[in-house]
């Protein structure tokens, strides 16, 4: 498996990014509160984006929004579905947060979801260090989220 920073224009990758949008709509109950970056968020000058792949199968992505030189937060972590409960996302994670430490960065953020759906997510990112926090950025305080924070470096 690789992970390479991606340009978002693979068809596989955008299949992926599309279903995860969708589903993200679909298990949060308030469309207010899906906070996940369609194609034109990720594709902003702010967002670092990788893919992992195996071979030329897309087994997972996720990425990085800057907010200033030193902190950015985490999106658009997804593990495709056949590659599931596979350490792909653990795996994610760790490059992101090397990358973002070889970036300069000293924390990363992140929003993830309330309900029983985002258990595991929620999981990974405690085993990782990650901390429970108030809101940041422009976020503002929603029940079916959640905030995370990780000083790095």
Do not use: N
Not at 32 to 42: M, N, P, Q, R, T
Not at 45 to 51: G, K, L, M
Not at 112 to 120: C, I, L, M, V
């Amino acid at each position: 498996m690789e992970i390479a920073i991606d340009d978002l224009s693979s068809p596989e990758i955008i299949e992926l990014l599309h279903s995860h949008l969708a589903e993200m709509k679909r298990v949060t109950p308030r469309e207010e509160s899906v906070h996940a970056l369609d194609l034109h968020g990720l594709r902003q000058p702010e967002v670092t984006f990788w893919s992992l792949r195996d071979g030329d199968r897309i087994a997972g992505c996720g990425a990085i929004k800057r907010f200033d030189a030193t902190h950015a937060e985490i999106k658009s972590m997804r593990t495709a579905a056949s590659f599931q409960r596979r350490g792909v996302a653990a795996r994610l994670l760790a490059h992101i947060e090397a990358e973002s430490i070889r970036m300069g960065l000293t924390r990363l953020s992140l929003e993830t979801g309330a309900e029983d759906y985002f258990a595991p997510a929620r999981a990974l990112y405690l085993r990782s260090g990650f901390e429970y926090c108030e809101p940041f950025g422009s976020y503002m305080p929603d029940s079916l989220s959640v905030f995370m924070t990780k000083a790095i470096a």
